[in-house]
């Protein structure tokens, strides 16, 4: 399996981007999907996340502002992001765990997407 993220970018605060996560190849019909982010100097954390069984699960400091959502028929999983601050700056990857239906998810996933850059200006 794979796991392929794209489509960050610059942004203003207050701005809006949509993440997409390509993922392919897995053959479990449980997974867990989660988006994560890395700041520089700062530990990878966990933003979003969305299992086969439909739970999902949101970090604070995102909830309200960020969603995430699957188009299974095109194996991809979204991150909405509304309202960006320039604290939301960071590298966000996307990571599939197998064999596991339920949020949230650590940083243990099977795959990792490559991580794209989304910078928010002040």
């Known amino acids: 399996g794979s796991a392929a993220g794209v489509w960050g970018g610059l942004v203003q605060a207050g701005g809006s981007l949509r993440l997409s996560c390509a993922f392919s190849?897995?053959?479990?019909?449980?997974?867990?999907i989660g988006w994560f982010r890395q700041a520089p100097g700062t530990e990878r954390e966990g933003v979003s996340c969305?299992?086969?069984?439909?739970?999902?699960s949101s970090s604070d400091s995102v909830k309200g502002r960020f969603t995430i959502s699957t188009n299974i028929a095109k194996n991809t999983v979204y991150l909405r992001m509304n309202s960006l601050k320039p604290e939301d700056t960071a590298v966000y990857y996307c990571?599939?765990?197998?064999?596991?239906?339920?949020?949230?998810?650590?940083?243990?996933?099977?795959?990792w997407g490559k991580g794209t850059q989304v910078t928010v200006s002040s």
């Open positions: 969305i299992s086969s069984d439909g739970d999902t």
């Open positions: 990571g599939v765990l197998m064999r596991w239906s339920s949020c949230p998810v650590g940083l243990g996933m099977d795959y």
């Open positions: 190849g897995f053959t479990d019909d449980h997974y867990a």
